[in-house]
């Protein structure tokens, strides 16, 4: 049985239409596609325990435990910040699951929206276009 803890994250991921989609696709053992699970552990490793997330990613029938942890070792040592809904869309037209439910509604797959992440992925996001407008400036 989750802690509350745990269910008030799953709770706070299943305001997003497109983690509830999901993850309702996780529960009933759908093969959500690499780049679905992709999408889901990047987004919620910040919500969910590695447990938990390694929990939530074995409910995909094609997808082991160990491979659930190996790629959660993978986004952690890249620290992958959540993919803006133009990503997700490319990674939906790589694959045949549908990653986000309504892709006609520009709000479905934009979690900055629905989401409230911790502050360093905010921190780590404004590091990076600064970096880059440096660049692109001294380039």
């Given amino acids: 049985m989750p802690t509350k803890t745990t269910t008030s994250a799953i709770e706070m991921l299943r305001r997003d239409a497109m983690m509830a989609h999901l993850m309702d696709s996780l529960d009933d053992g759908k093969d959500i596609g690499h780049y679905g699970r992709l999408v889901f552990a990047i987004i919620a ?8 997330l390694v929990a939530e990613l074995g409910k995909d029938n094609d997808f082991s435990p160990d491979a659930a942890r190996e790629l959660l070792d993978e986004i952690k040592a890249h620290d992958y910040n959540p ?7 490319n990674y939906q037209s790589r694959q045949g699951f549908p ?12 979690v ?3 989401l409230e992440f911790p502050d360093e992925v905010y921190d780590h996001i404004s590091e990076y276009r600064e970096q880059k407008a440096e660049a692109a400036h001294t380039g």
Wanted: aromatic fraction near 6%; include cysteine; charge should be negative.
């Fill in 83 to 89: 993919p803006r809904r133009e990503k997700i869309l």
């Fill in 99 to 110: 990653i986000i439910p309504d892709s006609e509604d520009p709000d479905c797959g934009n």
């Fill in 112 to 114: 900055y929206r629905s």
């Fill in 45 to 52: 490793r910040h919500f969910l325990s590695e447990k938990e």
